[in-house]
């Protein structure tokens, strides 16, 4: 059964203080990995899509990795505006678009 | 910049009513998804919408819900008897290109208050 778990569920940085965001899929066969931002009562914020094992994608202090297990959200020297939840989602089977969602980690910036 | 919309932002309604909500997705999108969030939950898929029909619906999505494009921007999802386990938030999304396995973008996302 596909399956996606993110950790931690909760994660409380300073002001600078850089740190990473772990996201572990179980898929038969990976068509696709992204990347959300969600805040308080809003829908998914889109942010990165990874494809392949070793690929990359940075957006300002975020960074997206992939390996063949899991990926990363690298944030460096986050500000108190990139508090928010943090979704990661792969492609269920079949060819539908259909996206399985982990239940993403609350990351809280303090000034 | 395009978006998905979403109307209403809120809708609270009573036990066995029927409800429909709302979506215009971007206009030269080409799937069409919802996904919905019980508070504290995960997101989960509900309905993937491709060529005027479904693609693939999740177990949830039983014969109290519909989908429906009725013209060629509006897609809507309708809820025949709700009961208070469908309270959630419910997210609409959408995706371009001539693959499904494009990024998603979803709206707001409608409210929904079952008492």
């Known amino acids: 059964e596909d399956q996606v778990t993110q950790s931690p569920e909760a994660l409380r940085l300073q002001e600078g203080e850089s740190s990473s965001l772990n996201c572990s899929y179980t898929v038969s066969g990976l068509r696709g990995l992204f990347w959300y931002r969600q805040d308080p009562g809003k829908g998914p914020e889109f942010l990165f899509t990874?494809?392949?094992a070793g690929e990359e994608k940075e957006k300002e202090r975020l960074k997206a990795t992939l390996t063949k297990k899991e990926s990363f959200l690298h944030i460096t020297a986050p500000k108190p505006e990139d508090s928010a939840t943090y979704l990661c989602a792969v492609f269920g089977s079949g060819n539908t678009g259909k996206l399985i969602f982990g239940q993403g980690t609350t990351l809280q910036v303090k000034p | 910049e395009p978006e998905v919309t979403q109307t209403p932002s809120h809708q609270v309604t009573q036990m066995g009513q029927e409800v429909i909500l709302r979506c215009v997705p971007i206009s030269n999108h080409l799937y069409f998804y919802w996904y919905r969030q019980i508070l504290g939950q995960k997101v989960e898929f509900l309905v993937s919408f491709y060529n005027n029909e479904i693609s693939e619906k999740s177990e949830i999505f039983d014969d109290q819900f519909s989908v429906e494009r009725p013209d060629g921007s509006n897609f809507t999802l309708k809820i025949r008897s709700t009961k208070l386990e469908d309270s959630a938030m419910y997210f609409c999304a959408s995706t371009g290109g001539t693959s499904s396995r494009n990024e998603q973008f979803f709206g707001p996302g409608t409210r929904l208050t079952v008492l």
């Open positions: 990874l494809y392949s």
